[in-house]
């Protein structure tokens, strides 16, 4: 039997061009989950208009069956629900109203070096979270950070709660996938033209940097500029430099450029914007070599090597986070030693992130500042791939290989799948597990009931005033008078009731079940009286 889980899906808010790793990563993973896992319907978990954004931003064969997120029972028949993200503590509160059993949660971490993101790690500590909820880690080195969180917290949370807080999730590794069939199809046409194009001499060392361009979020370029320039003099070959991708912001473009005059004027250094895939084709196919030698701690994987590797390329990398897992040294590439200051050199720096005088991005560049990526490392690695081309294509094609084998989104899907199936068995014991009343997902008239003088309780009796009808008909057409047209609607329907039969009385204490089943009456109710529809008798 398949454990349909519902994928969550809500629009990426902010400028669409802007893209950045997770945006790519949770689109990509959308698509491809639609077109390689097992037969049968889809559960799309969504506010109304955003699931109709779904059907228009993933057209699909399949059948999707829509699950409401503004309906929390809406979940009960899927065998999960699955979040492009690792926020996993509020969904199981919303949970609990069911029962922790009903069904299992999963998320994905991205980039964890975030406030919000090492939160939602503290966060799931003190939710009803179970073990058969998952936080998907996209790397090992993630997967170490989360445990090493999550254990911290435990710590330091454990002499507040008087008990023995634990983190439940399962915490599986599998890593972002790429289409390699796509990516290994890539022509040398492109690559030849574009070489031809922009002068690039026969025996010219074309290397490829793909991705974000920002030097405080991403990987700073000064490094890289040493080193080929470095790399230019050791070899006596032209080498250019393909930085195909977009800006942080013109003032980061125009920080690049001058540091690239000042540092290595002798290399070639060609703009591309990749996110045309065109252009992305073409640079693919042009580069003789992959380099991307990030040092931020906002970078969690790293899809760009993984599709360099795909389309055939060898990667020259930082031995850094995903990197370590996707980059097979000497086999598939090159990495390349990374070094930062000891355990207690940044406490200033945490610090001022925390109290807010320095925001992310500042903070991540702060950090960043201070990881060195070993630059003679860089050069012999780049030398070897440049003095030996038979060697580099061995590695490309066993980079490719690699790519298939681990990395294609067909490996992904069915991964995701088998640990879905896991933790439904994990749940099976557990499903008839009694839902509970939770603070946030309270009735706001309990909440808040002392706030009123009174409620709607015996002895209770209201009739309609004179021009009641005709009130009511104001009230329609007001655009401030029910913000729940239901109340509008029901309050007539009541109106017309009492002119027939008399006044509405009420004169008995309701259960909590019996006032439930007729909320939109008593609703209604304080509505006309709101209004002056109504008056107590």
């Not at 896991?422 to 939770?438: D, N």
């Not at 008078?481 to 027939?500: I, K, T």
Request: charged letters at 20%; hydrophobic letters at 45%.
């Amino acid at each position: 039997m398949i454990v349909r889980t519902a994928l969550h899906f809500a629009p990426e808010p902010g400028d669409a061009s802007r893209l950045v790793g997770r945006q790519v990563a949770n689109a990509g993973f959308l698509k491809a989950y639609l077109e390689h896992a097992a037969p049968g319907e889809v559960p799309i978990h969504a506010l109304p208009a955003d699931f109709e954004q779904f059907r228009a931003a993933f057209p699909t064969g399949r059948t999707l069956r829509h699950l409401s997120a503004a309906q929390p029972r809406a979940l009960m028949g899927a065998g999960g629900l699955f979040m492009p993200g690792p926020a996993l503590a509020k969904r199981a509160w919303h949970r609990q109203i069911l029962g922790r059993g009903r069904y299992s949660l999963s998320g994905v971490t991205h980039a964890m070096a975030s406030t919000r993101a090492q939160d939602a790690v503290r966060e799931m500590i003190t939710a009803p979270m179970a073990s058969w909820d998952a936080l998907i880690c996209t790397s090992e080195a993630i997967k170490t950070l989360v445990q090493s969180l999550a254990a911290e917290y435990v710590e330091a949370l454990r002499p507040v709660t008087g008990g023995n807080p634990r983190f439940q999730p399962q915490l599986p590794v599998i890593p972002l996938g790429v289409d390699t069939a796509a990516l290994a199809a890539i022509a040398e046409a492109p690559g030849r033209a574009f070489r031809t194009a922009h002068g690039i001499a026969e025996d010219g060392f074309v290397l490829l940097y793909l991705g974000r361009l920002s030097y405080h979020t991403k990987a700073h370029p000064i490094p890289l500029y040493r080193a080929l320039s470095l790399l230019a003099r050791r070899t006596g070959r032209a080498v250019t430099l393909i930085e195909a991708g977009w800006y942080y912001n013109p003032e980061t473009e125009a920080a690049f450029d001058a540091a690239a005059k000042a540092i290595a004027p002798e290399i070639s250094i060609l703009k591309v914007d990749a996110r045309d895939e065109a252009a992305k084709a073409a640079v693919l196919s042009a580069a003789d070599a992959f380099i991307s030698l990030v040092d931020n701690a906002q970078e969690s994987f790293g899809i760009t090597p993984v599709e360099a590797m795909a389309a055939g390329l060898p990667a020259v990398v930082s031995d850094w986070d995903g990197y370590r897992d996707t980059v097979v040294d000497g086999e598939t590439g090159m990495r390349v030693p990374t070094l930062m200051p000891p355990p207690g050199a940044g406490y200033e720096y945490a610090w001022r992130h925390a109290s807010g005088e320095h925001d992310y991005d500042v903070h991540m560049g702060l950090v960043a500042q201070h990881v060195a990526v070993d630059i003679p490392k860089t050069v012999e690695a780049l030398a070897a791939l440049a003095g030996a081309p038979a060697k580099a294509r061995e590695m490309g094609e066993a980079a490719a290989k690699r790519a298939r084998e681990i990395y294609d989104w067909r490996v992904i899907v069915k991964a995701y799948d088998a640990l879905w199936q896991e933790l439904a068995e994990r749940r099976a014991f557990h499903s008839e597990e009694e839902g509970r009343e939770v603070p946030q997902m309270a009735d706001p008239f309990a909440v808040f009931a002392g706030f009123a003088s009174e409620t709607i309780r015996p002895p209770f009796s209201v009739r309609p005033v004179e021009d009641a009808e005709k009130l009511l008909d104001l009230l329609a057409v007001s655009p401030i008078a029910a913000m729940d047209r239901r109340s509008l609607d029901d309050g007539r329907a009541l109106v017309a009731a009492m002119r027939q039969q008399g006044p509405m009385v009420m004169e008995q204490e309701l259960s909590q079940a019996q006032i439930a089943e007729a909320a939109r009456t008593f609703r209604a109710l304080a509505w006309l009286l709101k209004m002056g529809v109504v008056e107590k008798v």
